[in-house]
């Protein structure tokens, strides 16, 4: 039984460079969704995937972000021109949906830590 | 906007006791509210959750008891043990959250001490 992956676990940047994180979801698992947490705060929504599709985005995701999910499996993000207000954890999760009230279960990765110097 | 508003911010509580943690919701088209833990390095894990038909929904030692009409929430965990001492958070979402993801709470640090 393996559980949403995020790699690396930990990535320290220098301001101005670019960064990418990966996220594996639960393999039957059709939903994808972006959070960034930073410390002592509750995670919040960056974006989601239905499958390769990008259906939201949130206001926190500025221009600098960019997301894919090209074959509907694994996400990327993407951070340009890393900013020192951009250190956090990023965590990634995944649900199946549509279906029962068991579809709204969202199911976290490890997540990625973020330093930018 | 706070759209989830979750208190104490950090609770100790004696081995054996039970913990409370509240939260409060301004969204009246929130539909589904689950409980996570989360440990030092970790992401957050699901514990329990609620739909608003239901006033209370038990699993094991963990107990969501809802009030739908004072749109708050709360988490009861019975006979606390030290392995309990983690942060958790309540959260909120529309429909499981295709909208706008989780809303979550900040948080309650909790400690159980031995």
């Known amino acids: 039984d393996t559980g949403v992956s995020q790699n690396p676990r930990h990535k320290i940047t220098k301001r101005g460079q670019n960064v990418t994180f990966r996220c594996d979801p639960i393999?039957?698992?059709?939903?994808l969704y972006w959070y960034r947490q930073t410390l002592g705060q509750g995670p919040e929504f960056l974006t989601y995937?239905?499958?390769?599709?990008?259906?939201?985005k949130s206001r926190l995701l500025s221009d600098r972000f960019s997301a894919e999910r090209p074959k509907g499996s694994f996400s990327t993000l993407e951070i340009q021109r890393t900013e020192q207000g951009d250190s956090a954890m990023y965590l990634c999760?995944?649900?199946?949906?549509?279906?029962?009230?068991?579809?709204?279960?969202?199911?976290f990765g490890p997540g990625t830590r973020l330093t930018v110097t | 906007q706070q759209q989830v508003k979750q208190s104490p911010q950090s609770l100790i509580v004696q081995k054996g006791g039970i913990s409370i943690i509240n939260c409060a919701y301004e969204?009246?088209?929130?539909?589904?509210f689950p409980w996570y833990q989360q440990f030092p390095g970790k992401g957050p894990a699901l514990l329990i959750a609620?739909?608003?038909?239901?006033s209370e929904k038990k699993e094991g030692r963990f107990t969501i008891s809802f009030n739908k009409s004072a749109k708050q929430f709360s988490l009861h965990i019975m006979d606390s043990q030290p392995g309990d001492s983690a942060t958790y958070f309540c959260?909120?979402?529309?429909?499981?959250?295709?909208?706008?993801?989780?809303?979550f709470g900040k948080g309650t640090h909790l400690i159980i001490q031995p």
């Open positions: 999760a995944s649900s199946l949906f549509p279906g029962q009230y068991s579809s709204y279960e969202q199911y």
């Open positions: 393999s039957e698992h059709n939903r």
């Open positions: 995937f239905q499958n390769e599709a990008q259906l939201e």
């Open positions: 969204n009246t088209a929130f539909d589904y």
């Open positions: 609620i739909r608003p038909d239901v």
């Open positions: 959260a909120a979402s529309i429909s499981g959250g295709g909208a706008d993801g989780l809303t």
